[in-house]
């Protein structure tokens, strides 16, 4: 399986704060690089897509970048809403794996 | 706009059999250009890719469940289904049905999750 690693686990920081959070996959992943937000108790939301793609309906705050083995998820300017936990998933390779998740919560 | 809810039983028992029902609606399940997935999720943990299947039937599993996976469909009820054997308390946790673009395999719609406990 391509394990992946994202950091930090967690992080803490304003609203208005431009956050990055990377993801690293134990093996190249191609294009095929997604980012998740999940608030609690409810189903992921697609957020990125193909590592740069802005899924339709999400603010143009977020952004998504990296190639191969290396990737990293933007938000510019953190917004209230924002304050959820983010996983990466590659579908490479099946299985199709996640990161273990960052829980980014309020300073 | 695509809508997917998980149904099924909320407790099973151990060495029983798990079996959940996504319903989709909004959208057909027989569109080539998407396949059903199945992921789930322990309280407080991480994400767990459990398998797929494509319009046609095919399916791809995780090796690490593959021995006890099956999933399959119905498009004439637009639903599809997990079936998990021989059951234990590790496999308790949020089960999603998810719909994935067979571009990237990004799940863009989701249900809302059902939470299934294996305990006596």
């Known amino acids: 399986d391509i394990q992946m690693t994202q950091s930090p686990s967690s992080l803490s920081a304003s609203v208005g704060d431009r956050v990055t959070i990377t993801c690293r996959a134990s093996?190249?992943?191609?294009?095929?690089l997604n980012w998740y937000l999940q608030k609690p108790g409810k189903a992921p939301s697609l957020l990125i897509y193909a590592v740069s793609s802005l899924q339709t309906g999400v603010p143009s705050r977020f952004s998504g970048s990296g190639s191969g083995t290396d990737f990293t998820l933007t938000i510019s300017s953190l917004q209230p809403e924002d304050f959820a936990t983010y996983f990466c998933q590659q579908t490479s390779s099946v299985p199709d794996t996640f990161g273990q998740g960052t829980k980014l919560d309020f300073k | 706009q695509v809508h997917l809810q998980e149904s099924g039983p909320g407790l099973v028992r151990p060495s029983q059999t798990l079996s959940l029902t996504c319903t989709v609606s909004g959208g057909s399940i027989s569109s080539a250009s998407y396949y059903w997935a199945w992921i789930r999720q322990p309280a407080g943990k991480g994400l767990e890719w459990i398998g797929r299947i494509f319009t046609g039937g095919s399916t791809t599993y995780n090796p690490s469940l593959r021995s006890r996976v099956t999933i399959s469909g119905d498009t004439s009820k637009s639903q599809f289904s997990l079936n998990l054997t021989s059951v234990t308390a590790a496999d308790t946790a949020v089960y999603y049905c998810?719909?994935?673009?067979?571009?990237?395999?990004?799940?863009?719609?989701w249900g809302q999750g059902i939470l299934v406990t294996v305990s006596s």
């Open positions: 093996q190249t992943v191609r294009k095929f």
């Open positions: 998810a719909r994935a673009t067979l571009y990237s395999g990004s799940s863009d719609y």
